[in-house]
């Protein structure tokens, strides 16, 4: 089975689009969901959180304090690049393993920080989401109800898109004057023979 990564930076529509491959009979794994879900579950992330900062980021029922994390990591890179760390390899163990478990011709994993992490090293195949940065703002303040100033602050945390498009094998153009699900259709096709050649190889 063919391994493939999306990718995108916020705001770019990597959800949107892997709704569409979703809809099409591919399963997909999102990594921010797994992430949040192994930091209540995961008894390694548990230990490494509480070790790096402190039993407050539990609360007393034993669930993640989300709110307390963020408020310790984000305004400090370090901090944010420790809790990386931690998350990052149990993430990608565990996605692999989801992989595993998939009957379809390929799988697609969904992830912003997919290259950051260097996840990308245990894909076949990396597809790549991109819109204009003005674009991907105003989408952002009006999905999340946050500024423009929030948003671009988000963004200096993740590689340029530019730079991350290099990356990727397939990109799709999601700038709202390309019309996106036939750029999915024919991906798709181009996916399904790629893991066909690979199957009778
Ligand atoms: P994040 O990294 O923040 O999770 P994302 O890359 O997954 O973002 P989406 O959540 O798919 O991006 O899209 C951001 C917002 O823009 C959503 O509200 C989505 O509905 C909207 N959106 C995405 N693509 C389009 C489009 N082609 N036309 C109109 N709205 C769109």
Request: proline share 4%.
């Amino acid at each position: 089975m063919l391994r493939v990564g999306l990718t995108g930076g916020i705001g770019s529509g990597k959800t949107t689009v892997a709704h569409i491959f979703e809809m099409l009979g591919i399963p997909v794994y999102y990594s921010d969901d797994a992430a949040k879900q192994l930091m209540n579950t995961d008894p390694e992330i548990r230990r490494l959180l509480t070790e790096e900062f402190g039993n407050d980021v539990y609360t007393a029922q034993g669930l993640l304090n989300r709110a307390h994390l963020a408020s310790l990591v984000f305004p400090d890179p370090q901090k944010l690049a420790r809790l990386n760390a931690i998350t990052h390899p149990v993430t990608i163990a565990d996605s692999d393993k989801w992989m595993h478990r998939q009957s379809t011709p390929y799988a697609i994993k969904e992830a912003a920080l997919l290259v950051e992490a260097g996840a990308d090293q245990y894909l076949d195949f990396l597809i790549g989401v991109t819109a204009p940065e003005n674009v991907r703002i105003e989408r952002v303040m009006k999905r999340d109800g946050v500024s423009a100033e929030q948003v671009r602050h988000r963004m200096q945390r993740q590689m340029p898109e530019e730079e991350k498009m290099k990356r990727c094998h397939a990109v799709l153009h999601n700038d709202e004057q390309t019309l996106l699900i036939p750029q999915v259709l024919q991906l798709h096709q181009q996916l399904l023979e790629k893991a066909a050649a690979i199957a009778s190889s």
